[in-house]
Nanobody, 119 residues
Framework: VQLQASGGGLVQPGGSLRLSCAAS????????MGWYRQGPGKQRELVAT???????NYADSVKGRFTTSRDNAKMTMYLQMNSMKPEDTAVYYC??????????????RGQGTQVTVSS
């Protein structure tokens, strides 16, 4: 399984950004996909997950502002980020797992994409 994240950039506080994660390989075995982020001087955080049947879960820090979705036909996952805050500044990584839960050390991961929220 190969993953490639894109869509990062600079956005002003209160603005929006959409990340994409293009997947390839034996995706039919993947149970869950998600987005991690790691901000400067912060611990890595799992911010959103989505199962193969579309069930989603979010970290409290982004609940109500971020939405993840997937297009199985295009083998692409998205992270729509609205009402962004400076504390959302981080490198964002997409990941996938065959397991029921995500674990950074075991997940398939793509390269990160930088998101900076600043005026």
């Amino acid at each position: 399984v190969q993953l490639q994240a894109s869509g990062g950039g600079l956005v002003q506080p209160g603005g929006s950004l959409r990340l994409s994660c293009a997947a390839s390989g034996t995706m039919f075995t993947i149970n869950k996909m998600g987005w991690y982020r790691q901000g400067p001087g912060k611990q890595r955080e799992l911010v959103a997950t989505i199962t193969k049947d579309g069930s989603t879960n979010y970290a409290d820090s982004v609940k109500g502002r971020f939405t993840t979705s997937r297009d199985n036909a295009k083998m692409t996952m998205y992270l729509q980020m609205n009402s962004m805050k400076p504390e959302d500044t981080a490198v964002y990584y997409c990941a996938a797992t065959r397991r029921r839960t995500m674990n950074w050390g075991d997940d398939y991961r793509g390269q990160g994409t930088q998101v900076t929220v600043s005026s």
